[in-house]
């Protein structure tokens, strides 16, 4: 006999989809996100509801958490104890909620992130205003679900008499939605709902009369109005949240900042370690002592400056990059009708109002009952007083009480309530003067039962009553505003000397790409000798910078490195210096060709780049100055396997000279070259011809008169004047400057413009390195091929040659 099938044969991804599917619907239509009524997540909800219904009101004494946790994962929410009472404590605290719910006696933790006493040691009740959010639920004001084992029922959603979504804000991430609501003034909210109801086409700007914008619990500064606008009109925005700092002078003419409020949901411990942290890395100069003063008086966190420091200046540093100044991003979601809106101000106002004017309908409908209930009871009892003597004879001739009523109703057309009630009477109210009463209590249920009547027949009345309720709640709970709002984002220009101690260094750079900053005291003691070197490496820049000053490194590769010279490591002249790789990625293959020093990226002056492959390209200095700089970026644009060969600094008034390996020389103006964008790739510097490179590009001024040095690979080295040669255009051939042999051709390995002091060094294959003093060779003409240095047979080809490092004091003349 076949057994019954007992598994569906599914495909995974099905299934998957459909359970994460009905996950999903639960942790967003239950869980995560705050209901568009009352601004309530479920388990806030259950957690109020559950305070009330135990009478753990403001108006009684504190009852112990734990109790409140039990009953509600007991009762409302099948979950774990921790998430309720975290729940619960983020109700009770002043710096997360602006209009606390729920308070606490005890440690509820602190804005400094620490942890709340466990729920066995703290005690909590309702506060008075969120009774306002629970107000009126026994009057069928809300529906109710059944629990989740179905034993007792739960509200759907509070009657909430004022608008919590807004005034407390929310903030929660389910799958595939967030929310970040922000809190407000509960005051300007209630004046934001009732511009509302006067007016429902009220604009923005005319909601934004009356709401300004958020009103955080942490007092602090919010920047840029247009944001918040923007938040009001889509749900979406984006705002500047900064503390509030004041200055203050201190003894010995010196400054602190005294920081007072901090910005929303910023955790103060972190932010005064940070500072603090700053302070000892020498990230920002300037700064003494960090000191938090919060006591129970308030809160103040201390930054003692040194004397002399910009107090204005270390501030900006610190909004800039630290927690005093945060991003709000505004991201509007709410559940409404069972699903996830992105809401705006007027929707959020709306669904507020459609919520009242169901409660206060319910309510009104609710009361009215009962008054016309209590009315019929009163007439009853009005006409029972007036036959009194007949119905106590007729009671008292029943066999019970429901014989008693059965009589009274035949006999005097009482109906069944009333019957009830005059059986129930207690002997004390049949006095002589209770009919007084009576009828006073039957003359205001009229008048109540009017005005009820008049309520729900009018929605004008309706709006009325939720207008006045409001009012009423604005007067007694609505306090003064604590953020203050700034129409204008500050745009924050560090200037650097708030960061760096001015300082004169030497910093050394090396063709392998090894750095390092040294104090001259350092350099001095060495008398500039044994300096640390790998034997195959050579210096490419020795220069005495401010630590202020930057640093540009260019690669062959075409791609450069920013470098602020306070961010370089400090290292003695003795030891070697750190490898460029560890501050800034770069490939193996790439080596350093040049580093150029930077005061200021001005806009007159230009950098002017060599290739390999002939092309040249200028741009403005500007363009290279860096904002991230934790990567090698682009210089410029090198076409297939071209390689860069020098860069150049100029005024742009300079004399440019190509030379090529097989001895061509062009000599033409540097204005002969447009400056172009920092990528692109530039234009055509000399014209060559096949198996032909550029060398070496010089830059000199079109004042000076440098002589022309070639090193060739045969070990010859000849110097030239600049009147052997004609000055013409770009991109031409060139003035041949070797004689071209049959046999052995010299090709040129560096060629270089040169002054007096300068020396030239060069490397032979077998690793040995030679240097000359160039001046010391005579002049020759453009067709000789100078004069042999060392004998190649015996001491290897040259294989590279390059200009000795001066030590170099670049802006000396510059301040000057």
């Known amino acids: 006999m076949a057994q019954p099938e007992k598994y569906l044969d599914l495909p995974l991804e099905e299934v998957i989809g459909d359970r994460f599917g009905r996950y999903s619907k639960y942790i967003i239509q239950d869980r995560a996100l705050p209901d568009a009524r009352d601004g309530l997540k479920p388990v806030q909800r259950r957690i109020l509801y559950a305070m009330h219904e135990e009478k753990n009101t403001h108006d009684k004494n504190y009852r112990k958490s734990a109790k409140t946790v039990g009953t509600v994962i007991g009762n409302y929410h099948p979950h774990g104890d921790s998430p309720v009472y975290e729940a619960m404590v983020r109700l009770s605290q002043e710096w997360k909620v602006r209009n606390v719910l729920v308070e606490m006696h005890g440690n509820n933790g602190s804005i400094d992130g620490d942890p709340p006493a466990a729920m066995r040691y703290t005690e909590a009740r309702l506060s008075s205003i969120a009774s306002e959010l629970l107000r009126d639920i026994d009057k069928e004001t809300v529906d109710f679900m059944p629990n989740f084992d179905d034993t007792i029922n739960e509200p759907v959603v509070l009657p909430a008499k004022f608008p919590n979504l807004l005034v407390n804000g929310s903030t929660g991430i389910s799958s595939g939605y967030a929310t970040d609501i922000p809190p407000h003034n509960l005051g300007e909210v209630i004046d934001a709902v009732i511009k509302k109801i006067d007016k429902p086409a009220v604009t923005i700007d005319e909601l934004m009369d009356v709401i300004k914008g958020p009103d955080f619990p942490t007092g602090g500064i919010i920047q840029g109005i247009d944001g918040i606008r923007k938040a009001y009109e889509t749900g979406k925005g984006k705002i500047i949240v900064r503390g509030k700092a004041e200055v203050e002078t201190i003894r010995g003419n010196r400054e602190q900042i005294i920081i007072n409020e901090i910005p929303y949901e910023v955790n103060k411990a972190t932010m005064v370690k940070k500072i603090d942290e700053l302070r000892i890395d020498r990230k920002v100069e300037g700064i003494a002592e960090v000191r938090d003063e919060t006591d129970r008086t308030g809160l103040r966190i201390v930054i003692e400056l040194k004397k002399d420091a910009k107090s204005e200046g270390v501030l900006k540093y610190l909004y800039k990059n630290t927690d005093l100044q945060v991003t709000y991003h505004f991201n509007m979601v709410a559940i409404q009708d069972k699903a996830p809106k992105l809401l705006s101000l007027p929707q959020m106002l709306d669904a507020y109002i459609t919520h009242q004017k169901e409660v206060v309908t319910r309510q009104t409908t609710f009361t009215l009952r009962k008054a016309n209930e209590r009315a019929h009871i009163v007439e009853g009892l009005i006409k029972a007083i007036s036959i009194l003597d007949e119905l106590i004879a007729t009671i008292r001739a029943s066999k019970d009480k429901g014989d008693a009523k059965k009589r009274i109703i035949a006999a005097y057309g009482f109906s069944e309530a009333q019957a009830e009630a005059i059986v129930t009477l207690q002997l004390y109210r049949l006095t002589n003067t209770d009919i007084t009463a009576l009828e006073k209590e039957a003359d205001g249920l009229r008048k109540k039962i009017t005005e009820l009547e008049a309520i729900l027949a009018s929605e004008k009345k309706l709006l009325q009553t939720i207008k006045t309720d409001l009012k009423q709640l604005k007067k007694t709970y609505a306090d003064k505003r604590r953020t203050i709002i700034e129409d204008e984002i500050e745009e924050l220009k560090i200037n650097i000397e708030v960061m760096v101690a001015s300082e004169d260094v030497l910093v050394s750079v090396s063709k392998d790409g090894y750095i390092k900053r040294t104090s001259l005291r350092s350099y001095g003691a060495s008398n500039?000798?044994?300096?640390?070197?790998?034997?195959?490496?050579?210096?490419?820049?020795?220069?005495?910078?401010?630590?202020?000053?930057?640093?540009?490194?260019?690669?062959?590769?075409?791609?450069?490195?920013?470098?602020?010279?306070?961010?370089?490591?400090?290292?003695?002249?003795?030891?070697?210096?750190?490898?460029?790789?560890?501050?800034?990625?770069?490939?193996?293959?790439?080596?350093?060709?040049?580093?150029?020093?930077?005061?200021?990226?001005?806009s007159d002056r230009y950098l002017v780049f060599f290739t390999k492959n002939g092309m040249v390209k200028k741009s403005e200095l500007p363009l290279y100055e860096a904002q991230r700089y934790s990567k090698a970026l682009v210089a410029l644009n090198l076409k297939n396997d071209d390689e860069l060969v020098n860069v150049y600094q100029t005024a742009g008034h300079s004399d440019i000279f190509i030379t090529?390996?097989?001895?061509?020389?062009?000599?033409?103006?540097?204005?002969?070259?447009?400056?172009?964008?920092?990528?692109?790739?530039?234009?055509?510097?000399?014209?060559?011809?096949?198996?032909?490179?550029?060398?070496?590009?010089?830059?000199?001024?079109?004042?000076?008169?440098?002589?022309?040095?070639?090193?060739?690979?045969?070990?010859?080295?000849?110097?030239?004047?600049?009147?052997?040669?004609?000055?013409?255009?770009?991109?031409?051939r060139g003035l041949v400057m070797l004689r071209e042999l049959k046999h052995k051709a010299h090709r040129v390995r560096g060629a270089f413009a040169i002054n007096e002091n300068d020396t030239i060094c060069f490397k032979t294959s077998t690793g040995e390195i030679y240097s000359l003093y160039p001046l010391e060779l005579s002049a020759s003409d453009r067709y000789s091929n100078g004069s042999f240095i060392i004998d190649t047979d015996t001491q290897g080809e040259v294989t590279e040659a390059w200009k000795d490092a001066d030590y170099q004091q670049p802006f000396t003349e510059q301040e000057e």
């Open 660 to 732: 090529s390996n097989k001895g061509y020389g062009l000599w033409y103006h540097e204005s002969d070259v447009s400056p172009v964008g920092q990528r692109a790739a530039g234009v055509k510097a000399i014209q060559l011809k096949k198996d032909e490179y550029v060398v070496s590009g010089q830059v000199f001024d079109d004042l000076a008169e440098p002589s022309i040095v070639l090193v060739t690979h045969r070990g010859a080295c000849k110097r030239m004047k600049l009147n052997e040669f004609e000055k013409t255009g770009r991109a031409k």
């Open 528 to 602: 500039g000798e044994d300096f640390a070197i790998k034997e195959e490496d050579h210096l490419v820049g020795l220069i005495e910078l401010n630590t202020t000053d930057k640093l540009l490194l260019f690669t062959n590769k075409g791609k450069y490195i920013y470098l602020p010279v306070h961010e370089l490591p400090d290292i003695r002249w003795k030891d070697i210096g750190q490898h460029i790789s560890n501050i800034v990625a770069i490939n193996n293959d790439e080596r350093i060709i040049q580093c150029i020093p930077v005061r200021e990226f001005s």
